[in-house]
C-alpha cells in the first residue's frame, strides 16, 4: 500500500477521543476519511472527511459505509466496563459482525481496537506474549475478546486481514501507577494506525497498545512486520504516579487492574 491509502477510510466510533484524535490525525497526512458514530461528530470536519451518525446494531447502513473503503479503524463500540450484557451486544457483538460482513464485501482491511480487559486476568507478574490466553476481566473484556476471535474467523475462512490491537491505557497522560505499564501516548497510536494502514500485508496480526514503558506487562507482537515501533514512554511520568493505587488487592493483582474487581 502507498502512505496515503487509495481508497477511503472508515472511522467507526469517530466521536470518542480516540476517533477524533485519529480523525485529525490522519486526515492531516492526506487520508480521505469517512467517519461515523452514534453520537453527532464534535468536531468541525477535517479536510476530505464525511461524517454519518449511525447504529452499528444496524447490518445495511454498516455494510454501505464500508463499501468502497479499503480500510475500517473500528473503535466504535461500548469502551468501558459494563456489566449489563445488553450495553455491550449491540455495538460490541452485532456490530462487529457488520463492521466484518462489510469488509469481507468490500476487500477492506480492518484495524480492531481490542483491549488489554480482552487478557485482564493475567497476573502483573507475567509477561505476556502475543499468542497469550484470552483471559477477559469483564463483560467489555469478554466481547474484544469475541472480536478477536471474529478478526481470526475472517481471515482464515475469508482472508479478510485484520491488526488486532490490544490497547492498554490511551490517554494524554497516565494517571496511575499502573498506567506506568499499560500507556499508550497518542501520537504513538497515530503512527501505529498509519503504520497498520500502510503495510503491505497484515494477515492477521495482533500488536500491544502501548508505548515503549520499562514497567509493560507485555512482550511479543507482531510490530516488526507492520513496520510500527513505539517512540514515547510512560518512564517520563513515573514520579508523577508512582504509589497512585487503587488500595484494592483484587485489582492490584492484575493486569486489567480495577476491571477484575468489580461486579
Ligand atoms: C480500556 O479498554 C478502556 O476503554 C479505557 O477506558 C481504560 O479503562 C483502559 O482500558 C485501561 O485499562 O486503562
Redesign the pocket.
Known amino acids: 500500500m502507498p502512505s496515503t491509502p487509495d481508497k477511503p477510510v472508515l472511522i467507526t466510533g469517530a466521536s470518542g477521543n480516540l476517533g477524533r484524535f485519529l480523525a485529525r490525525t490522519l486526515a492531516a497526512e492526506g487520508w480521505t476519511l469517512r467517519l461515523t458514530d452514534m453520537v453527532p461528530f464534535p468536531d468541525a470536519l477535517p479536510e476530505r472527511a464525511s461524517f454519518r451518525r449511525i447504529d452499528l446494531a444496524d447490518a445495511l447502513e454498516v455494510v454501505r459505509l464500508v463499501e468502497g473503503c479499503g480500510l475500517v479503524l473500528h473503535f466504535g463500540g461500548a469502551?468501558?466496563d459494563e456489566w449489563a450484557f445488553e450495553s455491550v451486544v449491540d455495538a460490541n457483538l452485532r456490530g462487529l459482525y457488520h463492521v466484518y460482513e462489510g469488509a469481507r464485501l468490500a476487500k477492506a482491511r480492518v484495524v480492531f481496537a481490542s483491549?488489554?480487559?480482552a487478557i485482564g486476568f493475567h497476573e502483573r507478574s507475567e509477561t505476556l506474549d502475543a499468542d497469550c490466553s484470552l483471559l477477559p476481566d469483564s463483560l467489555y473484556g469478554a466481547s474484544k475478546a469475541f472480536g478477536e476471535v471474529l478478526a481470526r474467523l475472517y481471515w482464515l475462512k475469508h482472508q479478510v486481514e485484520t491488526v488486532l490491537v490490544r490497547?492498554?491505557?490511551c490517554f494524554p497522560e497516565p494517571v496511575d501507577e499502573r498506567?506506568l505499564s499499560?500507556w499508550l501516548s497518542y501520537p504513538d497510536l497515530g503512527r501505529m494506525m498509519i503504520a497498520c494502514g500502510t503495510a503491505p500485508a497484515v494477515g492477521c496480526s495482533l500488536l500491544w497498545g502501548a508505548s515503549n514503558n520499562s514497567r509493560s506487562f507485555w512482550g511479543k507482537d507482531d510490530r516488526k512486520a507492520i513496520g510500527w515501533a513505539p517512540q514515547d514512554s510512560a518512564d517520563t511520568f513515573a514520579n508523577a504516579v508512582l504509589g497512585k493505587v487503587s488500595g484494592d488487592p483484587v485489582a492490584e493483582k492484575y493486569q486489567?487492574?480495577i476491571?477484575t474487581a468489580r461486579g
Do not use: E, L, R, W
Request: zero cysteines; proline letters at 0%; aromatic letters at 8%.
Open positions: 469502551s468501558t483491549s488489554n480487559h490497547i492498554g491505557s498506567m499499560t486489567g487492574g476491571y
